[in-house]
Every structure is written in C-alpha cells, then in structure tokens.
C-alpha cells in the first residue's frame, strides 16, 4: 500500500432539481417530462465525491458505510482505502463549504460523509441561509442538460474565511477549487494555497476572465474548451483547430499556471500541455514562456459510448484527474495516461442519469 495522499475540495454544495424532457418547451409552452428527480449536486461537492469513489471500490451490497469501516472520526471525517487500480495508494478527501440550515443542507452532508465516505467537517451550516439550488433539464434525446442555479449558501463563503491556509486542518496534497463559490473567495483561497506552498487544480466553472496575477496561484488548471475561450478572449469556433488549442494552453501557461493546462473537447477528447517538470514551489523559475519549447503536449481521443446525461461529466474528469496527481506526489507524471484514465471515468458517467449517482466507483472502471 501506497503513501496515504490527502485532497481538500473547496467548494460549492447544492441540491439537485432535475427534469427529464425529450425537448426544451417553446416560450409561453407548458409540456409534461418524463421524469423528475432530486440528487445532490454542485460542483465542489460532485469532485468530492468523484475523488471519493474513483479511490476506492463500491462497497459490498447491504454493507453500511459507518464510522468505524472507514475510520471516521467524531467530526465527520473520512479515511478512504483504495483496494485496487492504478498506483495503490489510501486517498482521504475533505469537503470545504456551506450548506444552510435546512434539509437539504443535512441531507448534502450525509450523502458526502456516509455514502462517499468525505470528510464533512470543513462543511459549516449557516443559520437563517438556505443550501444552494440548481435547477436541471436534461434533454433525453441528446443527454444534453440546461442548469439554473441559486447560489444560497455558497455566496456566503467569504474572502474573509480564508485570509490564511487553516493550520488546524490537515496539509492536503491538493487543493481543488472552482468558481460556484464568489470570485473573490476563490482568489483568496488561491493567494492562502499558494503562501502556505500548496498545489491547486483550478476547475474555473463557472467561467469567468481571471485577473493576472490568479495564474501564478494555479498549479493545474482543467476547463473545458467553451470555458478556454472565455478566460483566452479567443473564439469558441477557433477551438476546432487542434494547433488553436494547444496555443491556448501556452497562453495560460505563459500566464504563470504552474504545471498543466488539460483542455476537455467534449466528444473530441482532451488536450493537455504541461512543463517540463513540476516546479517546486519559491523556487525562482525565470520568465513563464522561457520553458516553451520543451513543453509535453498532446491529445487523448474520448471513449465512444452512449450518451444518456453529461452533467457530471466534467466534474469526474477533474476527480479521477485529482486522484491521479495527488498520488504522483510531484514526482514526474505520465500525462496521456492520466488523462486517458480522466476521460474513461467521465465516459462511464454520461452513461448514467444524474450527478453523484452517475459518477463510477474504481471498481467499475475497466482496466
């Protein structure tokens, strides 16, 4: 068994409203769907699990999650095993946010912490504040999904929280952070990572232009293309040109992303470009761009399954990318491998219905 590894997710939590609909109804149009469903949701909380599960091999049926089977402790925390996969290695994963003090809000931490087994104790409920909301459609023909959000709780993670790394919580060996959470935290929480000499993988979803002097705080940063195209300034329909990708991700490691850019092309695969090594960090690497000419890049064709709903697609590839990095430990990585790895665990969830409940134990990954 391998080096116990540990990710801390920062973000947001939300509970799941989800219609099933062949088509989206015309303005001033009412139609029945042909289901509806409540899950738990949000992005933060489904890379958590994605991390969780993707570590680990689902437990045995009728078996109940409980503490003393994967070494929780009174404040909710998790020690998840992995029993099988590549590169054995036990994988604790702890969940930072906010739920309101509503059902929702207890239903969201007990699915984290007795389903998945994460370490809920870095999850505060806030009094008089309602659990974040999302609103789903997904369109049954395509397995394509519309998303309303209200934030809630989420919104009350404030710079404020995070004006230091917490030193009473356990050093992660990655922070995973996204942008569910107000832009301004999820800055702070990148200039505490980057004081305390944390690595980082920035999901920026919900997309928005970052400030310049973010990059430096960013050791890996995972988008999708339409995302890309937002923080670059460069045209979505440009994305088509594989050589227009690979630009893209020297624009941002130019900017000073530490280590990788992984750009996800839906259908298309991913393309990922990274440094020549894994920098360490206060360790003075001259100008971003001088290193250029001896970056690894390539791409990574996507597995063709059916799709039925791609909700949490994106968000397992972030976790099944997460685990993989933080159980290199800053040693040299395998890239085509990781990601290959990070496209057949998102393969597997568009196959599902759902966010959580769609996303793949280790176990149910093929070799």
């Not at 003090?101 to 969201?108: K, L, P, T």
């Not at 997309?207 to 050791?219: F, H």
Request: glycine share 10%.
């Amino acid at each position: 068994m391998g080096q116990a590894r540990r990710i801390t997710v920062v973000g947001s939590l939300n509970m799941d409203l989800v219609m099933h609909t062949a088509r989206l109804p015309s303005p001033g149009e009412t139609l029945t769907g042909e289901s509806f469903e409540t899950g738990c949701g949000g992005k933060g909380a489904n890379q958590a699990v994605a991390c969780a599960r993707l570590s680990r091999t689902r437990p045995a049926a009728g078996s109940a999650q409980t503490s003393r089977d994967y070494g929780h402790d009174p404040n909710g925390s998790a020690q998840l095993t992995l029993t099988e996969g590549p590169d054995d290695g036990e994988v604790h994963v702890r969940m930072v946010g906010a739920v309101g003090d509503d059902s929702f809000g207890e239903s969201m931490k007990a699915a984290l912490r007795d389903d998945a087994g994460v370490d809920v104790s870095g999850v505060q409920t806030l009094s008089g504040t309602k659990t974040g909301v999302a609103v789903i459609t997904v369109e049954t023909v395509t397995g394509e999904n519309y998303i309303l959000l209200a934030p809630n709780a989420n919104h009350a993670m404030t710079p404020s929280m995070f004006q230091e790394w917490p030193r009473s919580a356990p050093r992660p060996d990655l922070i995973v952070l996204e942008l569910e959470i107000p832009l301004e935290t999820a800055l702070q929480v990148l200039r505490a990572a980057k004081d305390a000499g944390l690595d980082v993988l920035l999901n920026p979803a919900p997309a928005v232009p970052l400030p310049d002097e973010a990059y430096p705080g960013i050791t890996h940063l995972v988008l999708n293309e339409t995302e890309a195209a937002i923080l670059s300034g460069i045209s979505l329909d440009r994305f088509e040109d594989e050589e227009t990708v690979g630009r893209v991700c020297d624009l941002f490691l130019d900017r000073g992303v530490q280590f990788a850019v992984i750009v996800t092309l839906g259908g298309r695969g991913a393309y990922f470009c990274h440094r020549p090594q894994q920098p360490r960090h206060g360790e003075d690497h001259g100008r971003p761009s001088e290193d250029r000419p001896r970056r690894v890049r390539g791409i990574v064709a996507a597995s063709k399954v059916s799709v039925v709903d791609t909700t949490a697609a994106g968000d397992t590839f972030v976790g099944a990318y997460a685990v993989q990095i933080a159980r290199a430990g800053g040693q040299q990585v395998d890239m085509t491998r990781i990601v290959d790895w990070a496209n057949r665990a998102a393969a597997k969830t568009v196959q599902g219905r759902g966010a959580q409940s769609a996303i793949p134990w280790l176990d149910e990954m093929s070799p």
